[in-house]
């Protein structure tokens, strides 16, 4: 399921988005609480974050506060609108400033690990495509503290875009996966080892002679060093940070 932002009225979301001042109401059990478009948004984010981002309806969020869903348009026009505002809240919770005195390279591998945890907090952050973005000032902030930290290197503001882009989509597919990972068993009802142990039995029997057909897999996978999800990562964004390394290296 892919989300695209930006899909309600532009001029009403964008100052949505922009409006500032406002406090986020905390929401308890008990009394219905005073509706406002923070309120709103806050209960948005915790369906999601329970249920997924396929689960989110005005009328789920209406019921969460004790309301219909009808009785949340005056405040946010309609969904768009308002996985737009969910979207750019939960940016916030990013860091806006990183150390830079050891260099960029500690830097990088720290807001990398702070953004990962972030998807992996909020999974259904990844169903909003990047193609269009959301524009809102957390979504900016976000942007503007990766590219404080590259604005070390030395490299133009091309490079850096191009570094930029390349940096989310790694902590994105990284966060991802381990998010699909997480959820298969749950999903299919069968666990990761027993969805393995079957289908390694059956390729045996139906693959005969896999090694020698596929001599290149077979060696990659010859030895089971049961990486982890940590693992997996760092070893990923060393080896990103290497080649930009090189490239800063060339001027």
Do not use: C
């Not at 191009?162 to 996966?177: E, P, Y």
């Amino acid at each position: 399921m892919t989300v695209f932002a930006g899909q309600g009225d532009a001029r009403r979301s964008m100052a949505l988005l922009w409006r500032g001042g406002e406090q986020p109401e905390e929401v308890r059990p008990g009394p219905k609480p005073a509706l406002s478009v923070d309120v709103i948004v806050e209960a948005a984010i915790e369906v999601a974050d329970r249920e997924g981002m396929a689960a989110l309806s005005m009328r789920k969020v209406g019921e969460r506060l004790g309301r219909t869903g009808m009785a949340l348009y005056t405040y946010v026009p309609n969904k768009g609108e308002l996985v737009d505002l969910m979207y750019d809240r939960v940016l916030a919770e990013l860091p806006t400033e990183y150390d830079v005195s050891a260099g960029w390279r500690p830097a990088v591998a720290s807001w990398a690990g702070h953004t990962l945890d972030f998807y992996l907090r909020h999974p259904w952050v990844l169903q909003v495509s990047q193609a269009r973005p959301v524009l809102g000032p957390n979504e900016f902030a976000a942007l503007e503290s990766v590219v404080a930290i590259l604005r070390g290197t030395g490299l133009g503001p091309r490079r850096t875009r191009g570094v930029v882009a390349l940096l989310f989509d790694f902590v994105r597919g990284a966060a991802r996966t381990v998010t699909e990972s997480r959820l298969a068993p749950s999903a299919t009802g069968v666990s990761d080892e027993e969805w393995w142990r079957t289908r390694s039995h059956l390729l045996e029997e139906v693959a005969p002679g896999f090694a020698e057909r596929y001599p290149m897999v077979a060696w990659v996978e010859s030895q089971d060093d049961e990486a982890g999800e940590d693992d997996t990562f760092t070893m990923g964004l060393n080896v990103l940070l290497d080649g930009l390394e090189a490239t800063i290296a060339k001027g």
